[in-house]
Structures are given as C-alpha cells and as structure tokens.
C-alpha cells in the first residue's frame, strides 16, 4: 500500500507529472526569453495535455495496433518509475537494495526504447527513419553515460543509491574531485542526448522529419508521449543531482540548497539547448564515441588512482 | 464537447499547408512567430505534422492536383479541428479569376471556419484573425 502511494502519488506519478510540466514551462519560458519574446503563460503544458486528451486517436492503416497504442505507457510508467527510486532514496536513505543503481539506470533506457517501438509499429517511413536515428543515439551516448556512472561507483565503492548518498554526506559531493567534474560534464551531454534536446533533437527533426518518431501519434498517445517527456526533463536532471552532486536533502535550508542545484543544472541544459544548432547524426556519434568517451575513460582512470 | 473545445482554445497547434501560394502569405504567417508579434504567448505553436494539428491554415488558390491531397491532409487531422484560409487566394481566385487550373475556392474543398483577407494579410491582421476564431470556438464551448 505505502509503495503503492509512492508509485502514482508522492515521489511518482502525480509529483512528478506536475513538476515535470512546470519544469517544461521555464524551459519554454527561459527559450522565449533568450529569443526575445514573452513565452507562453504558466499553465500552457497543462493546456497542451488536456486538448490532446481531447483529441481523435487515429491509429494509421496497416499499423500494428496494440503495440502502437501501448508503447507510450511504457515509456510513462518507466520514467515514472525511476522518479520515485530517487525520491525514495533520497528520503529513506537506509531502504532499497543492491545493485538499484543499476536498476534505475536500465529503467532510465525504456521510455527511448518505447519511442522506437511506437515509431516503428507505426508503419510510417518517417518515423522508422526517426526511430533509427533515436537508436543510434541511444547507441552512442549509452557508453560515455556508464563510464561517468562508473566513477560515481568506483568513488562511493557502492552499487546503492542510498549508500551513494551516504557517501557524499560525510565525504563533499562526487562533484567536488577532479575525476567528479569530468564524470559530470560527460554526464550533462550524455543527459543532453537521452533527452533529446537541441544539439541531438536528431530523432524528431521538426524541420526535416516532420516531428520524426511521433509523426503518427495523434491525440491520447502523443499526450502521454509528451508528459513523458516532460517528466524526463524533471527526472533525469534530478538522478544526475543524486549521483554527483550529493541529492536532495529535506533539513531546513537544505532545501533551498538542492532546489538550487537542479535549477542550475536545468539553466545549464536550457542554454545548451538554445545555443547550439542540431548536429548530424554521424557527427552526434563520433562526438560521443570520440572527445566524449576520451574524456569518461580519462575521469575512470583519475578515479581508479584517487583524484 | 465543452472542456475540448475550451482546451483547443488555449493551445492551438497549426499545421500550415499550402495549396499553391507564392510564399507571400507564408512568409506572413512565419512573420506571426518572430519575437515582434509572439504567437506562442498564446498557445500557438506550428507543427510538422498534421496528426500533431488542431488547425490547418491554408493560403494559396486551390489548384487542381491539390484538392484531392488537401482533402486527404484534411482527413488526416484528428478532430475537432479548425480550417483557416488566409490570403486573397484561399477566400477567392484573387488575381487568377478564371483560371483553367484552378476549378474550385478552398471553401468548396474544405469547410473554412474563417477567412483572412489581404494580399498578403499584415501579420496584425492574421492575429486579429486567429483571435477572432478563438473567441467563436469560446462561445460555442
């Protein structure tokens, strides 16, 4: 029951449905005013849901229909998943089990790999090409991603989110040694791409794809694809906060301390997004595969010797 | 019916489609998203596909090998959704009056919910436009 209410109300479902739409509005805020304009009101991605809620579902002919309908409540329940671990970690530090860092990080991977399945049930060319592009994507940053875990690993000696935190209580955050910051850096890009942000919005494509990997979703399911994503921008930021930069912490002025952190590094993801022009797919996996994987390798080995 | 339509009001995603325009219209409409007029402020954001899409805004005379594919891009919408015409074209023939290409208005293909005039229509005319049909949907909410 007590795990039922942490899955869809507390540190799950709702929490994080509603943080994450908030977390999309500063984005889109923040872009609007980089580029000068007003942006659109508060309660703009709550429109956005409910009017897609509202919508016909088309399924296209020739689709395979369970698999395309279901796709995105996969995708939904993953990352809502992975939302509550961290909370529940950072709030009972001393539950969970070993190896749940693992866990979050292959459950981390689903709601991309949803995508591709909904994209490529939905017998569209487009979206088959967007659902390759997503692959490969997922292809190329999944590497320097575990190597920049692995630091977090070999510093904490743990595979536990609640010890990892333990450690960074007694020890200074991950974030504070050399072999940290580098790890960190990796990570931002890597999280950058399983977002699927501007530098590496490859899969979607508004200009050349049409919206790539959703181009068939219509109404109910492409609401759900897009809380999804929004719940990943909330999410993600918010492992990468447990793991490198010590978690959330709920004691007086801690508070604002850690809301601090996952607001910088959302300003952080938000100015990438609106700085950089897309790159090509090629160039996002030899980005990754190259300076990228140099620079996770070279933080393991700082870490092996004790930086 | 109701908290639909009064949702579509607030966040209408418009797929643009041109049925033969001379991109005078089109570059209009973009116009209507730079940072001097801001659609966005008001929910609307242009899409890619016509899935994605709540309103089709529609410039240019409909030539004949657009209608078949105009009606299907039409169909391709989930509803409810909206049809906009811009453009002295969309509303009539314009300046092509009589032309053997061109047999149909957009509204004998299309059910228009409303028209924009003007060759090209100036920007503040196709906000006052836009506004106009979010103020009729409100009502019939």
Redesign the interface.
Known sequence: MEYLFAYVIFPGFLFTAVVGMLVSWIDRKVTARVQWRVGPPLFQPLYDFVKLLGKEIIVPRGASKATFLLAPLFGLAAVTLVSSMIWMASLYPDRGFVGDLIVVIYVMMIPSIAVIIGAFASKNRIASLGASREMKLMLADELPFLLAVMVVIIKSEAVHLGQIYHYQETYGMIFSSWSGVLAMIVAVLCMQAKLTLVPFDIPEAETELMGGVFVEYSGPPLAVLKLTRMMMLFTLPMVMVHLFLGGVHFQGMDILWSILKYVVLLVVIVLIRNTNPRVRIDQAMRFFWGPVLIIGIAAVILALLGF | MG??LK??T??PWVYHLSTGSCNNCDIEILDCLT?RY?L??L?IVL???P??A?ALLVTGNMTMKCMKRAKEVYD?M???GVVIAVGTCALGHGVFEGSYVMPKTVDEVLPVDIYIPGCPPKPEGIIAGVAKLLEMLKQKA
Do not use: T
């Open positions: 908290i639909k949702a579509l607030k966040s940072p801001d966005e402020r929910g899409v890619g596909s899935r994605h709540d391709q989930p509803k409810p």
